[in-house]
């Protein structure tokens, strides 16, 4: 298993995730995933899938400021 991992969304690293008692801990790395940071998920795939749909959210909402994703 895997002690940590960097978090992707939509080809940029937004984050990495930290194993911890209980899961993977998200650590943000960009200020549009500061909602998700410290967030404790209990498999790295759930973990992936929440940073997935909420740069989904982000992209879908329209704020000029939150489509910096690339």
Same mark, same amino acid.
Request: no cysteine; net charge neutral; glycine share 10%.
């Given at each position: 298993? =895997?002690?940590?991992? $960097?978090?992707? %969304?939509? /080809? /940029? $690293? $937004?984050g990495i995730a930290i194993r911890c008692r !209980? !899961?993977?801990k998200f650590h943000a790395s960009e200020p549009e995933f500061r909602a998700l940071? *410290?967030?404790t998920f209990r498999r790295a795939k759930n =973990? %992936?899938?929440g940073v997935a749909e909420y740069a989904r959210k982000? =992209? *879908?909402a !329209?704020?000029?400021a939150k489509l910096t994703l690339h």
């Open positions: 298993m =895997l002690d940590s991992f $960097v978090v992707e %969304a939509n /080809r /940029r $690293v $937004v !209980g !899961g993977y940071d *410290k967030q =973990l %992936a899938h982000l =992209l *879908k !329209g704020d000029p």
